[in-house]
T-cell receptor
Framework: KNEVEQSPQNLTAQEGEFITINCSYS?????LHWLQQHPGGGIVSLFM???GKKKHGRLIATINIQEKHSSLHITASHPRDSAVYIC??????????FGQGTRLTINP | EAGVAQSPRYKIIEKRQSVAFWCNPI?????LYWYQQILGQGPKLLIQ????????DSQLPKDRFSAERLKGVDSTLKIQPAKLEDSAVYLC????????????FGPGTRLTVT
């Protein structure tokens, strides 16, 4: 079993829908990251959080430390949100352990 | 501020050939990471440098992969000889170190081994 599990693995939705991607982890962490990867490979950090909730534009990330669970929400989704979203947890010595990613496709 | 630079962006080689990737991290970043990302999976850490010293290379297949960061800045990752299963995107990332978990990723090199 992977230390970091994401669901769903693939998600297709219509423009404007509310999107939720889930991440569960099984180990103690220092911080949790949500990353975005567009076709072509480049990865961009969206959020780093260790408690509570963070919001940036239409993106919201929450974490429940007791339940070892985090969610990434996208409100009013748009085709340009189509990408792979990756959850990663911080472990000792500045190390990240990655989930397998969720491929999101938003259709116009 | 310039980001993490990688080259080449794409490489196609035949199995048993050799290949090398180059990474230039963000200026001042002490920690440098090489990841392997196979299609449909998350990145897997191959090696982590702190300045020019190796912090973790436990998942680096040392019979065929090698990496160096001689002056604590640029880094190269080499595969010799390549196998079909090495086809992947190789990502370089850097961070300030000093307990910072914020990593900045390069665009990656897509390697196809035929």
């Amino acid at each position: 079993k992977n230390e970091v599990e994401q669901s769903p693995q693939n998600l297709t939705a219509q423009e404007g829908e509310f999107i939720t991607i889930n991440c569960s982890y099984s180990v103690g962490i220092s911080a949790l990251h949500w990353l975005q990867q567009h076709p072509g490979g480049g990865i961009v950090s969206l959020f780093m959080l260790s408690s509570g909730k963070k919001k940036h534009g239409r993106l919201i990330a929450t974490i429940n430390i007791q339940e070892k669970h985090s969610s990434l929400h996208i409100t009013a989704s748009h085709p340009r949100d189509s990408a792979v979203y990756i959850c990663a947890v911080g472990r000792g010595a500045q190390k990240l352990v990655f989930g397998q990613g969720t491929r999101l496709t938003i259709n116009p | 501020e310039a980001g993490v630079a990688q080259s080449p962006r794409y490489k196609i080689i035949e199995k048993r050939q050799s290949v090398a990737f180059w990474c230039n991290p963000i200026s001042g970043h002490a920690t440098l990471y090489w990841y392997q990302q196979i299609l449909g999976q998350g990145p897997k850490l191959l090696i982590q440098f702190q300045n020019n010293g190796v912090v973790d290379d436990s998942q680096l297949p040392k019979d065929r992969f090698s990496a160096e960061r001689l002056k604590g800045v640029d880094s190269t990752l080499k595969i010799q000889p390549a196998k079909l299963e090495d086809s992947a995107v190789y990502l370089c990332a850097s961070s300030l170190g000093r307990r910072s978990y914020e990593q900045y990723f390069g665009p990656g090199t897509r390697l196809t081994v035929t």
